[in-house]
């Protein structure tokens, strides 16, 4: 999920004040994000109460992948002359966690969909770009 680890990157790189405060607009974020899914998809109660800890439970597997791959290769960048295998084994990561990313949300999907309709599931990935695309506008402006 592209927009998942767009989104971690542009919290990183907009916030650059304290860890505190970068906790809680992250927090904020991804508050406001779960309100924008919820309103978009039409979700009762009832699902949101089984719905947001599974998507927050996706979103931390994903993150974690992403993270895992960007700090391989964040440590490959730091070295004074890699080897080639350097190279290789960080590139891999970062092309493995793009593939990893796509098992976590079909491994979620399965799960979501015993929770929403089907118009919901597909609501659900048009509001996920639709908050994409607004934060890409923010960051614009």
């Known amino acids: 999920m592209k927009r998942i680890l767009l989104l971690f990157l542009i919290l990183g790189a907009t916030c650059a004040a304290h860890a505190q405060d970068r906790a809680k607009w992250t927090s904020d974020m991804l508050e406001a994000k779960h309100k924008m899914l919820v309103e978009e998809v039409g979700m009762t109660p009832t699902q949101q109460e089984q719905f947001l800890p599974l998507y927050e ?21 730091k070295k004074k002359a890699p080897a080639d295998s350097d190279y290789l084994q960080a590139a891999e990561a970062l092309s493995n966690a793009k593939m990893r990313e796509g098992e976590i949300e079909a491994k979620y999907f399965e799960k979501f969909a015993k929770i929403l309709s089907k118009r919901q599931l597909f609501l659900l990935k048009q509001a996920e770009n639709k908050f994409t695309r607004t934060m890409l506008q923010k960051r614009k402006n």
Do not use: D, G, H, K
């Open 57 to 77: 439970a996706m979103e931390n597997e994903i993150f974690q992948t992403n993270r895992n791959a960007r700090t391989l290769a964040a440590s490959v960048e």
